[in-house]
């Protein structure tokens, strides 16, 4: 397993601004993802952010809206470009150990656009 | 692409009851299956995972799950439910590559809130 912090934890921010979300790994991964959760529904994969090399993004997201870094092994970060209300979520991040598909995940940033 | 529906909404059930949660699964190709739980204000916590072998896989807090190739389920069981399991539930899937590896992506069910009245 590994341990998963995020931050911020929660946020309230305007509409027309950015928020940049943080995520730090205890140990070396290399696949990172990147997760949405609107309310009251289940989660949706933004992107895939693995070290080296540009992140991968699922349909219906762009990098333009949703800029990802991938530093090293043990950091990431998920940027929410130009919020508006409907960008009112749970951002998760995940990690992958092992070959399996299997992840863990960070307890999450729970982000309000007003 | 993989798709998973869980066929409950939301489960309420009385303390030491027993519980299934169910979760169908539809994908062309092998694949890998999980729960996962999530508390309230809180991030997901893997319960279970079924990989390969035996279909019927324990997991944390007396949960476990039996997976059926034939009927594409992994239904979510418990003998005795306490009120601290009251959470949400999703069931997911990962495609599984080749050399026994994943592509990575999990595809999530919609979750199933179970809650556990005393």
């Known amino acids: 397993s590994a341990v998963i912090s995020q931050k911020p934890s929660r946020d309230i921010c305007q509409r027309g601004t950015s928020l940049t979300i943080q995520c730090q790994v205890d140990?070396?991964?290399?696949?990172m993802f990147w997760y949405r959760q609107q309310p009251g529904q289940s989660l949706t994969l933004i992107a895939t952010?693995?070290?080296?090399?540009?992140?991968?993004?699922e349909s219906g997201f762009v990098i333009d809206k949703f800029p990802i870094s991938r530093p090293n092994l043990t950091f990431s970060t998920l940027t929410v470009s130009n919020m508006s209300p409907e960008d009112s979520s749970i951002y998760l991040c995940?990690?992958?150990?092992?070959?399996?598909?299997?992840?863990?995940f960070g307890p999450g940033t729970r982000l309000t656009v007003t | 692409a993989q798709s998973v529906t869980q066929l409950d909404s939301q489960v309420p059930v009385f303390e030491e009851a027993p519980v299934e949660l169910r979760c169908n699964y539809s994908?062309?190709?092998?694949?890998?299956l999980f729960w996962y739980v999530q508390y309230p204000n809180q991030g997901l916590q893997l319960l279970l995972k079924?990989?390969?072998?035996?279909?019927l896989v324990k997991g944390i807090n007396g949960f476990e799950a039996e997976f059926n190739k034939s009927q594409t389920s992994f239904h979510l069981r418990k003998p005795s439910v306490h009120i601290s399991d009251t959470a949400e539930y999703f069931c997911?899937?990962?495609?599984?590559?080749?050399?026994?590896?994943?592509?990575?992506?999990?595809?999530f069910g919609q979750g199933t809130i179970l809650t556990v009245h005393p």
């Open positions: 995940s990690v992958q150990t092992g070959g399996m598909g299997e992840q863990y």
């Open positions: 997911a899937v990962s495609v599984s590559a080749s050399r026994g590896t994943s592509y990575g992506k999990l595809t």
């Open positions: 079924y990989l390969s072998g035996s279909t």
């Open positions: 994908s062309s190709v092998s694949v890998y």
């Open positions: 140990s070396q991964v290399t696949m």
């Open positions: 952010a693995n070290q080296g090399s540009e992140a991968t993004y």
